[in-house]
């Protein structure tokens, strides 16, 4: 017994084979790419460098000493518990080391891991950690403007 054996059905089967892989991977997710801080480059003059060295002038000492500014990190402006209408009724808890944030209603955890910036503290959620949040305090220290992922909404302290 002779099994027959078709050609072009063979030759069907592979081009749907190929063109079903080919649709499936070009409409993969693709992950986007990293974020990226670019530093400020110093512009370079174009005078030529002079064949002397200018000599340093002295420095003139102030009279009165200043105090120095303790550190958004130092001083604890962030610490404590906000509570604003972002989605839901939120309440952000913010450690004494201002180093972990704990929030509420958030269904891709509870606790993540803060930094503390010039002006603000940020973080980020969601399960790949998409969503950025930071908080910015008003000179009150009772409010703050609290963006996540890009819209403001004002907290208030609650402790």
Not at 39 to 45: A, C, I
Not at 48 to 74: G, L, M, N, W
Not at 126 to 149: I, M, S
């Amino acid at each position: 017994m002779w099994l027959r054996f078709d050609k072009s059905k063979a030759v069907k089967r592979t081009f749907v084979l190929c063109l079903t892989t080919a649709l499936f991977v070009s409409t993969a997710h693709r992950s986007p790419a990293p974020i990226a801080e670019e530093s400020p480059v110093p512009e370079q003059s174009a005078k030529p460098k002079a064949k002397h060295a200018a000599k340093p002038k002295p420095t003139v000492e102030k009279s009165s000493p200043s105090t120095p500014r303790p550190s958004p990190q130092q001083s604890g402006i962030y610490t404590g518990t906000w509570v604003g209408p972002a989605p839901g009724n939120q309440t952000i808890v913010i450690n004494a080391a201002q180093d972990t944030v704990n929030i509420s209603l958030c269904p891709s955890g509870s606790v993540f891991p803060a930094t503390v910036g010039a002006d603000n503290i940020s973080w980020r959620t969601g399960l790949f950690r998409e969503h950025q949040w930071t908080l910015k305090p008003y000179p009150d220290g009772k409010t703050a403007l609290v963006t996540y992922v890009g819209t403001p909404i004002i907290f208030k302290r609650v402790n």
